[in-house]
């Protein structure tokens, strides 16, 4: 069963390398502002084609603009005395409470040890650019309706493509094709 599992998805790849199928589309964008003034503005959620949503993006304002921030885990590696998990910068060990002794781990270009790790990232620069851009219209967007609304405000938090589309540099993008029958789907129980 799982040999396949694997021909499936290999061939699907490989589908979509060829271009025999479209990219993922943004098709909603989900924003909840932050009350406070620092430098993380609103957390967000990405669906893409209305069948797969990324929650707890961050979009962080830096020194040369704004970025967004993956959804991330902090590391964990095992205590050698009982095997339980443990942050890499815990001391002591949450389960038998043996004092742990420091760790080498990976670090990132700098040489920094990595303390978290991305759960799910784009790989290409160009997915990373269109959800950026994306994520920032819809962030202006809320403020822009924040800001006129006052007292009053309640969050929009759902922003379809189509409603962004003129914000966003990319002209490419467009909303998947509505269906014959929305209402009916094949995963529907009778």
């Known amino acids: 069963m799982n040999g396949m599992l694997c021909v499936t998805v290999c061939l699907v790849g490989r589908r979509l390398l060829e271009g025999e199928e479209e990219a993922m589309k943004v098709t909603e964008v989900r924003i909840r502002l932050s009350r406070g003034t620092g430098r993380l503005k609103p957390y967000c959620s990405v669906t ?6 990324v929650r707890e993006i961050r ?3 830096g020194t040369n603009g704004y970025f967004l921030a993956m959804p991330s885990k902090k590391i964990e590696d095992r ?26 781990h990976q670090s990132n270009e700098s040489g920094e040890t990595k303390f978290f790790a991305d759960i799910c990232h784009p790989i290409k620069a ?5 959800i950026h851009d994306i994520v920032i219209a819809a962030y202006k967007k809320e403020c822009a309706l ?11 938090e759902i922003w379809t493509l189509k ?28």
């Open 48 to 53: 893409f084609d209305d069948m797969f949503v």
């Open 59 to 61: 979009l962080i304002e």
């Open 79 to 104: 205590c050698p005395y009982c095997s339980a998990k443990n942050q890499l910068r815990s001391r002591y060990c949450s389960s038998c409470g043996k004092q742990l002794q420091p760790r080498a």
């Open 126 to 130: 160009e997915c990373r650019q269109m």
């Open 146 to 156: 924040a800001e006129t609304m006052d007292a009053d405000y309640t969050p929009k």
């Open 163 to 190: 409603e962004l589309a003129n914000s966003v540099r990319h002209e490419k993008i467009s909303e998947p094709p509505p269906d014959e029958d929305s209402s009916k789907k094949e995963y529907d129980i009778p």
